[in-house]
């Protein structure tokens, strides 16, 4: 005799409410059996559980063994060793100009010329003085006073000389036309920059100013690697000549750099001044070369740490294993 469901179960079963009709038959004790075991595949079980395990040590060989390196970069400029900047010595008007940048010169090469209507006029006055004085010494040899103007205005002759000749501005090596500052009619005050020369063969130096806090780990003989700002991916691989010994500011780097360079540089913070020697005078893109021209920035990058990725992910290791900072 089997027993009745419940009403309310059965009105559920004739309408497929919220559970289905197999279930209300089951929960209404008309089936009644034995539930079976649950069955895992051990195929793939056996496969994730090494996969597991590999990949337990795969990660821990690359803690252990995987290096990464900590690099400081800061602002580098191209430096031309012998380079020559011409000045003006006086106040004066800039009459001529007589080359062009990247021209080839000759050692006393006239490269500008001033106005020097006075001072032409003052030497024209002396030597006359001095041609009449020693006219007179000829004439009367035991005249002391005439000597002793013949060597006041000697004197006088080679100063006006000198101030002429400081209104001719002359290459005083053989090399090329850095740049030009000037323009005719041009206005110079004393100490204005006129020509830039130099030698096209000289040795171009790099100068970086990396953060002040790599100072301790920079060492002469360490790699240094350059690019140029505006030829992404140039790099030219060189090797630190000389670390500068103390921490500097900005300040002091412009003083170094001088007033042209430091322009060309941002400087923020304390920095220590490396120092690199280029082995080319050209640096190439795309298979194409470029001249190394000075003054040209870029970004300078050395390699200051390297430590054990475990150390980076977990640095209370290093006081266990003994390894420094």
């Not at 996969?51 to 602002?75: K, N, Q, R």
């Not at 050692?107 to 209507?117: D, E, N, P, S, W």
């Not at 006073?145 to 006006?160: F, G, H, I, M, P």
Request: hydrophobic share 45%; net charge neutral; charged share 25%.
């Amino acid at each position: 005799m089997t027993q009745d469901a419940p009403p309310n179960a059965r009105s559920e079963a004739q309408g497929f409410g919220l559970f289905r009709p197999e279930a209300l038959k089951h929960a209404s004790g008309g089936e009644r059996g034995t539930g079976e075991v649950l069955h895992l595949s051990p195929i793939w079980t056996r496969a994730a559980y090494w996969v597991l395990v590999a990949a337990f040590v795969a990660a821990a060989l690359i803690l252990t063994f995987v290096s990464i390196d900590e690099y400081a970069s800061g602002p580098s400029v191209v430096w031309v060793e012998h380079r020559v900047d011409l000045t003006a010595t006086l106040a004066t008007t800039v009459r001529t100009v007589n080359v062009r940048a990247g021209e080839r010169v000759a050692r006393g090469t006239v490269l500008a010329q001033f106005h020097a209507t006075r001072e032409a006029a003052e030497l024209s006055q002396v030597e006359s003085a001095l041609e009449l004085a020693l006219a007179r010494t000829l004439r009367y040899p035991g005249d002391r006073e005439a000597r002793a103007a013949v060597a006041t205005l000697t004197t006088e002759r080679d100063l006006a000389r000198s101030r002429l000749a400081e209104l001719t501005i002359r290459a005083p090596q053989d090399g090329v036309v850095g740049d030009v500052r000037i323009r005719e009619g041009q206005r110079l005050a004393p100490g204005d920059v006129v020509v830039t020369l130099w030698d096209d063969r000289a040795e171009r130096t790099l100068i970086t100013m990396l953060p002040g806090h790599a100072q301790p780990r920079l060492r002469p003989g360490m790699p240094l690697r350059f690019e140029v700002t505006g030829y992404k991916y140039s790099y030219q691989e060189l090797v630190i000549a000389s670390v500068g010994s103390q921490v500097v500011g900005p300040a002091v780097v412009r003083r170094y750099l001088g007033p042209e360079l430091a322009d060309t540089v941002p400087l923020d913070g304390s920095f220590v001044l490396i120092e690199a020697k280029m082995p080319d005078e050209q640096f190439t893109v795309d298979g194409v070369e470029y001249d190394l021209r000075d003054g040209m920035a870029g970004v300078g990058e050395a390699r200051v740490r390297s430590q054990r990725l475990i150390f980076a992910l977990v640095p209370g290791l290093r006081a266990l294993a003994g390894v420094g900072p």
